[in-house]
């Protein structure tokens, strides 16, 4: 009915209209509640050690992404393997065989002057600016896919992203240069080959950096990021800072990929 020319509303519907303005408010609250939890896992921090934990929990034979194994540039041992240690990540544990080739100059009777990654200028790499890692050039078994890690097949590039862990410290690197067998005298070249860096890579782990007698035969860790996201851009004058400019970002990536 109607009083004064308006429509009187029943106490039943006033009941409704007022439960429904609570659940209007009371919706909005619960979307930003679950953006406050996302928000907060998203901003968790985690330390090196604590994504190093993970990476070797992960490390297992069921993530083990060759068949046969990689040969450990240093000892010569066939005891590296490469693991997926989530998705896109890739980590293995070998020693360090110190690396000089590029721009730089060396008196390492290897050196080389080129690298086969070059900074964002065309120019190669310099080892005792930029810290790079090295992979095998090829498949050595010449077979897709291949029994041993093959960097093509899983979405790395030059310039890369990994981090590499030694000893407590850990820094950020760029793949730079690739291993395959060549005519030098002084050293065994073989694709197979991980755990080789650049002057710059052993320096900042604190090692010996001499490409003549430093490195470690075992302790390093190498953690590759793939994905065009994670190419490192610059000149031999702004990649190291870069690429440590990138660890707590990777870090803390990975430890929320693996749940750690």
């Keep these: 009915m109607k009083a004064g020319g308006r429509p009187v509303m029943s106490s039943s519907r006033r009941r409704f209209a007022v439960v429904g303005a609570a659940l209007a408010l009371a919706v909005p609250l619960a979307v930003n509640s679950a953006h406050?939890?996302?928000?907060?896992?998203?901003?968790?921090?985690?330390?090196?050690?604590?994504?190093?934990?993970?990476?070797?929990?992960?490390?297992?034979?069921?993530?083990?992404?060759?068949s046969k194994p990689h040969i450990n540039t240093m000892t010569r041992a066939k005891n590296v393997n490469v693991y997926q240690v989530a998705k896109g990540v890739y980590a293995y544990g070998s020693g360090l065989a110190v690396d000089t080739d590029g721009s730089d100059p060396d008196p390492d009777p290897d050196h080389q002057g080129s690298t086969t990654f070059k900074d964002s200028n065309g120019k190669s790499l310099g080892a005792h600016h930029v810290p790079?890692?090295?992979l095998g050039d090829d498949c050595y078994d010449k077979k897709s896919p291949c029994p041993h890690f093959f960097y093509k097949e899983h979405g790395i590039k030059g310039r890369q992203f990994a981090l590499m862990f030694y000893q407590g410290k850990v820094i950020g690197a760029i793949f730079g240069d690739t291993q395959t067998a060549n005519d030098q005298d002084t050293s065994d070249n073989d694709s197979r080959e991980l755990g080789?860096?650049?002057?710059k890579a052993a320096s900042?782990?604190?090692?010996?950096?001499?490409?003549?007698?430093?490195?470690?035969?075992?302790?390093v860790t190498v953690v590759i990021f793939?994905?065009?996201?994670?190419?490192?851009?610059?000149?031999?004058?702004t990649l190291n800072a870069t690429a440590q400019g990138m660890v707590t970002k990777a870090l803390d990536s990975l430890g929320a990929s693996m749940g750690i």
């Design 36 to 66: 406050a939890e996302t928000a907060d896992a998203a901003a968790k921090s985690y330390t090196a050690a604590q994504v190093l934990a993970g990476v070797k929990k992960n490390s297992t034979d069921a993530n083990k992404v060759n």
């Design 196 to 199: 080789e860096a650049s002057v």
């Design 204 to 219: 900042l782990l604190g090692m010996n950096s001499s490409g003549t007698d430093g490195g470690v035969d075992n302790g």
């Design 226 to 237: 793939s994905g065009s996201d994670w190419v490192v851009n610059g000149t031999n004058s």
């Design 132 to 134: 790079f890692y090295v």
